[in-house]
């Protein structure tokens, strides 16, 4: 099986990395954390995509992580 090598992964970080940004801003609401949040998913994908195989859609899977890191971060709203 053919995997993705990480020149890959990496020029799709670059094509995908303004959108993954916006995508992020959206969620959180503020630039700051939007930025956090999409170094924090790049981080991420290039520890896990050794492995991937092709093909992979990796514009879903990107942003599959990002919103997935989005709610492990966000804060929790209780309500009395």
Known sequence: ?????????????????????????????SPTRAILLTQRTVKLALDRSQGLPIPTNMRAWLFTLLFSQFLETRPLHHHA
């Open 1 to 29: 099986m053919r995997t993705i090598n990480p020149t890959q992964i990496e020029n799709r970080l670059e094509i995908y990395y303004l959108p993954l940004f916006r995508f992020a801003e959206r969620l959180c609401g």
